[in-house]
Protein backbone atom coordinates (compact mmCIF):
# COMPACT_ATOMS: atom_id res chain seq x y z
CA UNK A 1 0.00 0.00 0.00
CA UNK A 2 1.39 3.13 -0.86
CA UNK A 3 0.44 5.06 1.99
CA UNK A 4 2.45 2.95 4.29
CA UNK A 5 5.40 2.89 2.35
CA UNK A 6 5.27 7.32 2.52
CA UNK A 7 4.75 6.79 6.74
CA UNK A 8 7.87 4.09 6.94
CA UNK A 9 9.49 6.32 4.64
CA UNK A 10 9.09 9.38 6.77
CA UNK A 11 9.76 7.35 10.11
CA UNK A 12 13.23 6.29 8.41
CA UNK A 13 14.45 10.01 7.59
CA UNK A 14 13.70 11.02 11.39
CA UNK A 15 15.66 7.45 12.61
CA UNK A 16 18.02 8.56 10.12
CA UNK A 17 19.23 11.48 12.46
CA UNK A 18 19.75 9.83 15.03
CA UNK A 19 21.78 5.98 14.63
CA UNK A 20 25.10 5.51 12.65
CA UNK A 21 24.87 4.39 8.56
CA UNK A 22 25.99 1.14 9.32
CA UNK A 23 22.75 0.61 12.03
CA UNK A 24 20.74 1.99 9.74
CA UNK A 25 21.44 0.35 6.40
CA UNK A 26 21.79 -2.87 8.23
CA UNK A 27 18.71 -3.03 10.29
CA UNK A 28 16.13 -0.28 9.65
CA UNK A 29 16.19 0.31 6.12
CA UNK A 30 14.52 -3.09 5.00
CA UNK A 31 11.47 -3.17 6.92
CA UNK A 32 8.40 -2.06 6.19
CA UNK A 33 4.61 -1.41 6.76
CA UNK A 34 1.95 -4.36 6.33
CA UNK A 35 -0.70 -3.02 8.36
CA UNK A 36 -2.55 -0.57 10.55
CA UNK A 37 -5.30 -1.10 12.98
CA UNK A 38 -6.32 0.08 16.33
CA UNK A 39 -3.53 2.27 16.87
CA UNK A 40 -0.98 -0.60 16.22
CA UNK A 41 1.23 -0.13 13.46
CA UNK A 42 2.62 -3.85 11.94
CA UNK A 43 6.44 -3.86 11.27
CA UNK A 44 7.74 -6.18 8.95
CA UNK A 45 11.14 -8.13 8.45
CA UNK A 46 12.90 -10.62 6.26
CA UNK A 47 14.59 -12.14 9.63
CA UNK A 48 13.86 -12.96 12.94
CA UNK A 49 17.46 -11.83 14.09
CA UNK A 50 16.24 -8.59 12.17
CA UNK A 51 13.42 -8.56 13.86
CA UNK A 52 14.76 -9.34 17.83
CA UNK A 53 18.15 -6.55 16.97
CA UNK A 54 15.40 -3.91 15.92
CA UNK A 55 12.41 -4.52 18.77
CA UNK A 56 15.37 -4.61 21.17
CA UNK A 57 17.73 -1.71 20.07
CA UNK A 58 15.62 0.44 18.15
CA UNK A 59 12.06 0.00 19.70
CA UNK A 60 11.72 3.41 21.62
CA UNK A 61 13.33 5.17 18.34
CA UNK A 62 11.09 3.82 16.14
CA UNK A 63 8.19 5.00 18.99
CA UNK A 64 9.42 8.09 18.83
CA UNK A 65 9.88 7.78 15.26
CA UNK A 66 6.11 7.09 14.21
CA UNK A 67 4.76 9.87 17.27
CA UNK A 68 6.49 12.34 15.22
CA UNK A 69 5.42 11.61 11.83
CA UNK A 70 1.97 10.56 13.08
CA UNK A 71 0.77 13.12 15.45
CA UNK A 72 0.43 10.46 17.76
CA UNK A 73 1.16 7.38 19.95
CA UNK A 74 1.18 3.82 18.25
CA UNK A 75 1.98 0.68 19.42
CA UNK A 76 4.70 -1.16 17.55
CA UNK A 77 4.36 -4.82 16.35
CA UNK A 78 6.90 -7.08 14.49
CA UNK A 79 7.28 -9.69 12.74
CA UNK A 80 9.33 -11.77 10.07
CA UNK A 81 9.52 -14.37 7.74
CA UNK A 82 9.58 -18.08 9.25
CA UNK A 83 12.40 -19.12 7.66
CA UNK A 84 15.53 -20.05 10.55
CA UNK A 85 18.59 -17.41 10.51
CA UNK A 86 21.82 -18.64 9.49
CA UNK A 87 24.53 -17.26 12.01
CA UNK A 88 28.24 -16.96 11.26
CA UNK A 89 30.57 -18.81 13.14
CA UNK A 90 33.52 -17.44 14.33
CA UNK A 91 31.29 -13.64 15.27
CA UNK A 92 33.37 -12.10 17.88
CA UNK A 93 30.69 -10.11 19.01
CA UNK A 94 26.86 -10.17 18.90
CA UNK A 95 24.84 -8.03 16.65
CA UNK A 96 22.83 -6.38 19.64
CA UNK A 97 26.24 -6.04 20.86
CA UNK A 98 27.80 -4.52 18.15
CA UNK A 99 24.88 -1.92 17.51
CA UNK A 100 24.59 -0.84 21.18
CA UNK A 101 28.34 0.06 20.67
CA UNK A 102 27.96 2.19 17.50
CA UNK A 103 24.96 4.32 19.01
CA UNK A 104 26.57 4.86 21.91
CA UNK A 105 29.83 6.32 19.48
CA UNK A 106 27.36 8.50 17.71
CA UNK A 107 26.38 11.90 18.88
CA UNK A 108 22.37 13.15 17.96
CA UNK A 109 22.88 16.06 15.46
CA UNK A 110 20.44 19.08 15.46
CA UNK A 111 17.13 17.72 13.99
CA UNK A 112 17.31 19.38 10.47
CA UNK A 113 13.47 20.02 10.49
CA UNK A 114 13.93 22.13 13.70
CA UNK A 115 16.16 25.11 11.54
CA UNK A 116 15.49 28.93 10.89
CA UNK A 117 13.89 27.89 7.67
CA UNK A 118 10.73 25.73 9.02
CA UNK A 119 10.40 28.35 11.85
CA UNK A 120 7.23 30.42 11.03
CA UNK A 121 7.85 34.02 11.77
CA UNK A 122 4.73 36.05 12.80
CA UNK A 123 4.31 39.35 15.33
CA UNK A 124 4.36 37.23 18.46
CA UNK A 125 7.75 35.47 18.00
CA UNK A 126 9.52 38.29 15.65
CA UNK A 127 12.41 39.28 17.88
CA UNK A 128 12.96 36.75 19.58
CA UNK A 129 13.28 35.04 16.27
CA UNK A 130 15.51 37.86 14.76
CA UNK A 131 17.96 37.98 17.91
CA UNK A 132 18.58 34.05 17.30
CA UNK A 133 19.20 34.54 13.75
CA UNK A 134 21.79 37.39 14.53
CA UNK A 135 23.59 35.21 17.89
CA UNK A 136 23.75 32.33 15.03
CA UNK A 137 25.41 34.47 12.61
CA UNK A 138 27.83 36.04 15.37
CA UNK A 139 28.25 33.57 18.02
CA UNK A 140 29.35 35.57 21.06
CA UNK A 141 29.79 38.41 19.29
CA UNK A 142 33.64 37.79 17.98
CA UNK A 143 33.39 37.93 14.05
CA UNK A 144 31.27 40.94 13.38
CA UNK A 145 30.03 42.74 16.68
CA UNK A 146 33.36 43.05 18.01
CA UNK A 147 33.21 44.78 21.86
CA UNK A 148 28.84 44.69 21.32
CA UNK A 149 29.06 41.15 22.12
CA UNK A 150 27.25 41.37 25.80
CA UNK A 151 23.89 42.93 24.09
CA UNK A 152 23.41 39.59 23.14
CA UNK A 153 24.84 37.76 25.88
CA UNK A 154 23.24 35.63 26.91
CA UNK A 155 20.23 35.82 24.50
CA UNK A 156 17.33 34.80 26.97
CA UNK A 157 14.22 33.80 25.69
CA UNK A 158 11.24 33.04 27.67
CA UNK A 159 7.40 31.94 27.07
CA UNK A 160 4.73 29.35 28.00
CA UNK A 161 5.07 25.89 26.65
CA UNK A 162 4.77 24.63 23.37
CA UNK A 163 5.48 28.06 21.29
CA UNK A 164 8.51 27.08 19.98
CA UNK A 165 11.57 28.13 21.89
CA UNK A 166 13.63 24.41 21.86
CA UNK A 167 12.69 24.92 18.12
CA UNK A 168 15.00 28.47 18.11
CA UNK A 169 17.79 26.51 20.27
CA UNK A 170 17.55 23.58 18.16
CA UNK A 171 18.03 26.03 14.58
CA UNK A 172 20.40 28.34 16.67
CA UNK A 173 22.81 25.04 17.20
CA UNK A 174 22.31 23.53 13.51
CA UNK A 175 23.23 27.18 11.54
CA UNK A 176 25.75 27.71 13.55
CA UNK A 177 27.63 24.26 13.11
CA UNK A 178 26.74 24.90 9.48
CA UNK A 179 28.72 28.70 9.49
CA UNK A 180 31.01 27.89 11.83
CA UNK A 181 31.82 24.09 11.68
CA UNK A 182 34.99 24.11 13.63
CA UNK A 183 32.96 25.72 16.68
CA UNK A 184 32.12 23.73 20.00
CA UNK A 185 28.36 23.69 20.61
CA UNK A 186 27.09 22.40 23.99
CA UNK A 187 22.81 22.11 24.19
CA UNK A 188 21.57 20.72 27.40
CA UNK A 189 18.52 21.20 29.74
CA UNK A 190 18.77 22.42 32.45
CA UNK A 191 17.61 19.71 34.95
CA UNK A 192 20.73 17.64 32.33
CA UNK A 193 22.98 20.41 34.00
CA UNK A 194 21.87 19.64 37.35
CA UNK A 195 22.20 15.75 37.11
CA UNK A 196 25.29 16.12 35.52
CA UNK A 197 26.85 18.31 38.58
CA UNK A 198 25.28 15.75 41.10
CA UNK A 199 27.47 13.06 39.72
CA UNK A 200 30.30 14.71 39.31
CA UNK A 201 29.89 15.81 42.97
CA UNK A 202 29.58 11.82 43.75
CA UNK A 203 31.83 10.25 41.62
CA UNK A 204 34.36 13.51 42.32
CA UNK A 205 34.95 14.23 38.47
CA UNK A 206 34.05 18.03 39.03
CA UNK A 207 36.87 18.62 37.16
CA UNK A 208 35.84 16.88 33.96
CA UNK A 209 32.51 18.26 34.59
CA UNK A 210 33.64 21.86 34.13
CA UNK A 211 35.74 20.97 31.58
CA UNK A 212 33.03 19.92 29.64
CA UNK A 213 30.81 22.87 29.98
CA UNK A 214 33.49 25.42 29.99
CA UNK A 215 35.64 25.03 27.28
CA UNK A 216 32.97 25.55 24.52
CA UNK A 217 32.17 28.09 21.96
CA UNK A 218 28.56 28.06 22.38
CA UNK A 219 26.34 26.73 25.36
CA UNK A 220 22.30 26.40 24.84
CA UNK A 221 20.20 25.41 27.75
CA UNK A 222 16.73 24.84 27.92
CA UNK A 223 14.50 25.31 30.81
CA UNK A 224 17.16 27.34 32.92
CA UNK A 225 14.09 27.89 35.73
CA UNK A 226 14.62 24.19 37.01
CA UNK A 227 17.73 25.06 39.17
CA UNK A 228 16.02 27.35 40.42
CA UNK A 229 16.34 26.73 44.07
CA UNK A 230 19.43 24.32 43.68
CA UNK A 231 21.89 26.36 46.05
CA UNK A 232 25.08 24.06 44.32
CA UNK A 233 23.97 23.50 40.92
CA UNK A 234 23.28 27.62 41.09
CA UNK A 235 26.14 28.65 42.30
CA UNK A 236 28.33 25.99 39.60
CA UNK A 237 25.98 27.86 36.97
CA UNK A 238 26.96 31.23 37.45
CA UNK A 239 30.37 30.24 37.61
CA UNK A 240 30.06 28.66 34.65
CA UNK A 241 28.36 31.61 33.10
CA UNK A 242 30.76 33.94 33.86
CA UNK A 243 33.40 32.16 32.70
CA UNK A 244 31.99 31.84 29.22
CA UNK A 245 30.41 35.57 28.78
CA UNK A 246 33.87 36.26 30.85
CA UNK A 247 35.85 35.26 27.60
CA UNK A 248 34.23 35.90 24.63
CA UNK A 249 31.72 32.14 24.04
CA UNK A 250 27.79 32.95 23.91
CA UNK A 251 25.42 31.62 25.88
CA UNK A 252 21.43 31.36 25.13
CA UNK A 253 18.96 30.12 27.66
CA UNK A 254 15.06 29.66 27.74
CA UNK A 255 12.82 29.79 30.54
CA UNK A 256 9.08 29.48 30.65
CA UNK A 257 8.96 33.17 32.77
CA UNK A 258 11.55 36.16 32.52
CA UNK A 259 13.86 35.82 34.99
CA UNK A 260 13.02 38.27 37.61
CA UNK A 261 9.73 36.07 38.11
CA UNK A 262 11.75 32.65 38.92
CA UNK A 263 11.14 33.02 42.35
CA UNK A 264 13.81 30.51 43.46
CA UNK A 265 16.67 32.13 41.60
CA UNK A 266 20.08 33.54 42.90
CA UNK A 267 19.31 37.88 42.88
CA UNK A 268 23.16 37.71 41.08
CA UNK A 269 22.33 34.91 38.30
CA UNK A 270 18.95 36.92 37.72
CA UNK A 271 21.14 40.39 37.23
CA UNK A 272 23.34 38.35 34.84
CA UNK A 273 20.35 37.18 32.97
CA UNK A 274 19.15 40.57 32.73
CA UNK A 275 22.26 42.32 31.55
CA UNK A 276 22.35 40.07 27.94
CA UNK A 277 19.16 40.33 25.57
CA UNK A 278 15.37 39.29 27.04
CA UNK A 279 13.39 37.85 24.00
CA UNK A 280 9.45 36.48 24.25
CA UNK A 281 7.31 34.65 22.50
CA UNK A 282 3.62 34.82 22.86
CA UNK A 283 0.84 32.89 21.48
CA UNK A 284 0.85 33.32 17.53
CA UNK A 285 -1.69 35.10 15.79
CA UNK A 286 -4.64 33.68 13.42
CA UNK A 287 -2.37 34.71 10.47
CA UNK A 288 0.68 32.55 12.10
CA UNK A 289 -1.15 29.99 13.31
CA UNK A 290 -2.22 29.42 9.56
CA UNK A 291 0.80 29.90 8.39
CA UNK A 292 2.04 27.22 10.76
CA UNK A 293 -0.37 24.41 9.79
CA UNK A 294 0.77 24.94 6.11
CA UNK A 295 4.20 25.13 6.48
CA UNK A 296 3.63 21.49 8.06
CA UNK A 297 1.80 20.14 5.97
CA UNK A 298 4.47 21.47 2.93
CA UNK A 299 7.09 19.48 4.63
CA UNK A 300 4.78 16.16 4.68
CA UNK A 301 4.38 16.74 0.90
CA UNK A 302 0.00 17.34 1.96
CA UNK A 303 -2.27 19.20 0.99
CA UNK A 304 -4.55 20.84 3.10
CA UNK A 305 -7.73 23.24 1.55
CA UNK A 306 -8.21 26.81 3.15
CA UNK A 307 -11.18 26.53 4.93
CA UNK A 308 -9.80 23.19 7.11
CA UNK A 309 -6.73 25.40 7.42
CA UNK A 310 -8.66 28.21 9.13
CA UNK A 311 -10.86 25.65 11.31
CA UNK A 312 -7.87 24.20 12.94
CA UNK A 313 -6.40 27.56 13.31
CA UNK A 314 -9.69 28.71 14.78
CA UNK A 315 -9.91 25.88 17.17
CA UNK A 316 -6.25 25.68 18.74
CA UNK A 317 -5.08 29.33 19.48
CA UNK A 318 -2.69 28.85 21.98
CA UNK A 319 -0.01 26.43 21.49
CA UNK A 320 2.27 25.61 18.09
CA UNK A 321 2.79 21.68 19.51
CA UNK A 322 -0.64 21.35 18.90
CA UNK A 323 -0.76 22.61 15.94
CA UNK A 324 1.59 20.56 14.68
CA UNK A 325 0.46 17.59 16.03
CA UNK A 326 -2.96 18.05 14.99
CA UNK A 327 -1.48 18.16 11.24
CA UNK A 328 0.75 15.14 11.54
CA UNK A 329 -2.50 13.31 12.81
CA UNK A 330 -4.45 14.54 10.07
CA UNK A 331 -2.03 14.05 7.47
CA UNK A 332 -1.84 9.77 9.27
CA UNK A 333 -5.49 9.35 9.16
CA UNK A 334 -6.06 10.73 5.83
CA UNK A 335 -3.58 8.93 4.88
CA UNK A 336 -4.22 5.76 6.00
CA UNK A 337 -8.22 6.05 5.65
CA UNK A 338 -7.69 6.90 2.38
CA UNK A 339 -10.16 10.24 3.38
CA UNK A 340 -9.01 13.63 2.14
CA UNK A 341 -8.69 16.25 5.08
CA UNK A 342 -11.73 17.48 5.51
CA UNK A 343 -13.07 19.69 8.44
CA UNK A 344 -15.28 16.51 10.06
CA UNK A 345 -12.46 14.96 10.49
CA UNK A 346 -10.27 17.50 11.77
CA UNK A 347 -12.77 18.12 14.37
CA UNK A 348 -12.14 14.40 15.27
CA UNK A 349 -8.54 15.13 15.22
CA UNK A 350 -8.35 18.13 17.66
CA UNK A 351 -10.62 16.37 19.65
CA UNK A 352 -8.11 13.59 20.24
CA UNK A 353 -4.84 15.83 20.24
CA UNK A 354 -6.61 18.22 22.62
CA UNK A 355 -7.42 15.14 25.26
CA UNK A 356 -3.74 14.00 25.24
CA UNK A 357 -2.60 17.40 25.65
CA UNK A 358 -4.57 17.90 28.38
CA UNK A 359 -2.91 18.67 31.79
CA UNK A 360 -2.34 15.99 33.79
CA UNK A 361 -4.35 15.73 37.23
CA UNK A 362 -2.43 16.77 40.16
CA UNK A 363 -1.42 13.52 41.95
CA UNK A 364 0.18 13.06 45.15
CA UNK A 365 2.62 10.98 43.28
CA UNK A 366 2.72 14.07 41.09
CA UNK A 367 3.61 16.26 43.77
CA UNK A 368 6.51 13.83 44.96
CA UNK A 369 8.00 13.11 41.78
CA UNK A 370 8.43 17.06 41.76
CA UNK A 371 9.83 17.48 45.28
CA UNK A 372 12.28 14.87 44.42
CA UNK A 373 13.56 16.34 41.12
CA UNK A 374 13.97 19.70 42.79
CA UNK A 375 15.50 18.55 45.60
CA UNK A 376 17.41 15.66 44.65
CA UNK A 377 16.17 13.22 46.96
CA UNK A 378 14.38 10.18 45.44
CA UNK A 379 11.20 9.16 45.72
CA UNK A 380 11.57 5.87 47.62
CA UNK A 381 13.68 8.12 50.60
CA UNK A 382 10.72 10.55 50.92
CA UNK A 383 8.21 7.81 51.41
CA UNK A 384 10.64 6.15 53.60
CA UNK A 385 11.40 6.00 57.34
CA UNK A 386 14.94 7.89 56.69
CA UNK A 387 15.95 10.79 59.42
CA UNK A 388 18.73 12.46 57.22
CA UNK A 389 18.12 16.62 57.17
CA UNK A 390 17.58 16.62 53.88
CA UNK A 391 15.02 13.51 53.19
CA UNK A 392 13.27 15.18 55.97
CA UNK A 393 12.86 18.68 54.65
CA UNK A 394 11.80 16.74 50.99
CA UNK A 395 9.12 15.20 52.90
CA UNK A 396 8.03 17.99 54.79
CA UNK A 397 7.79 20.02 51.68
CA UNK A 398 5.90 17.20 49.89
CA UNK A 399 3.20 17.08 52.44
CA UNK A 400 2.95 20.81 52.83
CA UNK A 401 2.19 21.37 49.05
CA UNK A 402 -0.27 18.15 48.64
CA UNK A 403 -2.35 19.95 51.39
CA UNK A 404 -2.04 23.57 49.30
CA UNK A 405 -2.85 22.57 45.68
CA UNK A 406 -4.84 19.64 46.51
CA UNK A 407 -8.48 18.75 48.58
CA UNK A 408 -6.83 15.32 50.24
CA UNK A 409 -6.90 15.34 53.83
CA UNK A 410 -4.31 15.30 56.52
CA UNK A 411 -5.31 11.69 57.58
CA UNK A 412 -5.04 10.57 53.13
CA UNK A 413 -1.71 12.09 53.35
CA UNK A 414 -0.61 10.36 56.56
CA UNK A 415 -1.75 6.83 54.88
CA UNK A 416 0.35 7.70 52.03
CA UNK A 417 3.52 8.66 54.11
CA UNK A 418 2.77 5.66 56.77
CA UNK A 419 2.50 8.77 59.14
CA UNK A 420 -0.26 9.57 61.81
CA UNK A 421 -2.26 12.85 60.50
CA UNK A 422 -1.24 14.69 63.36
CA UNK A 423 2.80 14.47 62.38
CA UNK A 424 1.30 15.55 58.46
CA UNK A 425 -0.08 18.53 60.42
CA UNK A 426 2.72 19.25 62.90
CA UNK A 427 5.18 19.19 59.48
CA UNK A 428 3.10 21.49 57.52
CA UNK A 429 2.82 24.15 60.21
CA UNK A 430 6.57 23.60 60.50
CA UNK A 431 7.28 24.26 57.30
CA UNK A 432 4.86 27.44 57.19
CA UNK A 433 6.41 29.13 59.72
CA UNK A 434 9.88 28.22 58.41
CA UNK A 435 8.59 29.68 55.29
CA UNK A 436 7.29 33.01 57.15
CA UNK A 437 11.37 33.58 58.45
CA UNK A 438 13.03 32.59 55.43
CA UNK A 439 11.65 34.13 51.50
CA UNK A 440 14.25 31.49 49.47
CA UNK A 441 12.38 28.63 51.52
CA UNK A 442 8.95 30.54 50.58
CA UNK A 443 10.31 31.30 46.74
CA UNK A 444 11.56 27.76 46.23
CA UNK A 445 8.05 26.18 47.48
CA UNK A 446 6.09 28.79 45.23
CA UNK A 447 8.03 27.72 41.90
CA UNK A 448 7.52 23.78 42.68
CA UNK A 449 4.32 24.64 43.28
CA UNK A 450 4.10 26.60 39.94
CA UNK A 451 5.91 23.79 37.99
CA UNK A 452 3.31 21.16 39.04
CA UNK A 453 0.40 23.39 38.02
CA UNK A 454 1.76 24.38 34.58
CA UNK A 455 3.44 20.69 33.68
CA UNK A 456 1.13 19.41 30.67
Not at 72 to 94: A, M, Q, R, W
Not at 276 to 286: M, V
Not at 412 to 440: A, C, P, W
Request: glycine share 4%; net charge negative.
Amino acid sequence: METYKDIWQAVLEYCKMKVSATGFNLWLAEGEITGFENNTVFIHFSSPLKKKIVSDTYGSLLEEAFENVMGFKTELSYDCDDSPTIFKENTEKSSSEEVRETLEKDENPPIEQFTFDTFIEGPSNKFAYRAAIAVAEDPGGSIRRENAFSNYNPLFIYGKSGLGKTHILNAICYQIKKNYPEMHILYARAEDFANEFINALGKKTVDDFRNKFRNIDVLLIDDIQFIGGKDRTEEEFFHTFNSLVENGKQVVLTSDRPPKEIQSLTERLCSRFENGLLADIQSPEYETRCAIIKRKAELLNFKIDDPVVSFIAEKIKTNIRQLEGTTKKLYAMSKIGGHPPSIALAQRVIKDVMTDTQPLPITIQRIVEEVSRTEGVSVEDIYSKKHRANIVQARKIAMYIIREVTNISYEMIGENFNKHHSTVIYNVEQLRSDMESDTRLKRKINDIINNIKEEN
